[in-house]
């Protein structure tokens, strides 16, 4: 048995040790705007419900540890007293990964992660279309754990006004389990999905994404790509130059064979097997090369 005393070990170390011990924590994909308008979108997955009357939900944004700054959710939350928590399916995964890259302030996320922006009912930030549950709510109170990196700030927002995808419900109107597919994070890499065990979403770049706003017409339209696809191929630094491209296609018999003859949807569906097997660089060059 190994025995941890927090107050001899790094915050990061900490940190990891806690988030691969307690888990699978939901995510609260959470909306907000700045005093400006400006909308902000990120997943918090230190989160859960703790009360039903009234319906009260609690997420927090801790300080960052590299250098103890505030996130832009905190922020905006504690200026405007409104946030709306999204909840997270399998389908938005690899969106909501990409809107956790930590875009510059005025930044909107929705467009970057390639996700709806649906207007509130009851408070002015919007909702992400594509959530199977969505709840607004106004921010009762904000109460920080400390005032060193790593330090929690604990969000209670009180639900307002709550919409349910009917896709997700049942004959009796109970949101079905296993329509809503769920996800969960765990420590690392890991997440959980519904009834599916244990997968793998590669963190962000520490360099900004390109976003989804910035992939080509055809691959953002394409009726191949989902959105969790989308998200894949939006999570690199740059797209390959065509020259690269056909550097590595000509090097790699099968692939130029593969794609000598075809046409737009074959390379979309044969770029896709490389993106279901996560490797996002031989799908990046197989599009490149026939853009």
Not at 215 to 223: R, T, V, W, Y
Not at 248 to 257: A, C, E, L, P, Y
Not at 266 to 284: G, N, P, S, T
């Amino acid at each position: 048995m190994v025995t941890i005393n927090p107050s001899e070990v790094s915050t990061g170390k900490l940190h990891g040790l806690m988030l691969g011990a307690i888990g699978p924590r939901p995510i609260a994909f959470a909306s907000t705007i700045d005093s400006n308008g400006n909308p902000n979108l990120s997943p918090f997955s230190f989160f859960n419900v703790f009360s039903a009357n009234p319906p009260i939900l609690i997420f927090s944004p801790a300080r960052r540890v590299r250098d103890n700054t505030t996130k832009h959710t905190l922020e905006n939350a504690a200026i405007t007293k409104e946030v709306v928590v999204n909840i997270v399916n399998y389908d938005i995964v690899q969106q909501m990964s990409l809107s956790s890259t930590e875009y510059p302030k005025g930044i909107n996320e929705f467009v970057k992660a390639g996700l709806t922006m649906v207007p509130s009912e009851r408070i002015k930030p919007s909702r992400v279309g594509e959530s199977p549950v969505q709840f607004e709510c106004k921010v009762n109170d904000i109460v920080p754990m400390g005032k060193e990196g790593g330090a929690g700030n604990l969000i209670i927002c009180e639900v307002v006004l709550m919409h349910i995808n009917e896709d997700v419900l049942d004959k009796d109107d109970r949101i079905d389990q296993h329509k809503i597919d769920q996800v969960a994070r765990m420590g690392g890499n890991w997440y959980t999905r519904a009834n599916k065990g244990m997968f793998e979403v590669p963190k962000p770049l520490s360099t900004i994404g390109i976003g989804i706003d910035s992939l080509p017409k055809d691959i953002k339209n394409s009726s191949v790509f989902t959105g969790n696809d989308l998200g894949k191929l939006a999570n690199v630094q740059a797209i390959p130059t065509k020259t690269d491209a056909l550097n590595f296609v000509n090097n790699q018999g099968d692939i130029k064979t593969k794609i000598e003859q075809a046409n737009q949807i074959e390379i979309h569906k044969f770029a896709k097997q490389y993106l279901d097997q996560d490797d996002i660089d031989v799908a990046w060059n197989i599009l490149s090369a026939k853009l």
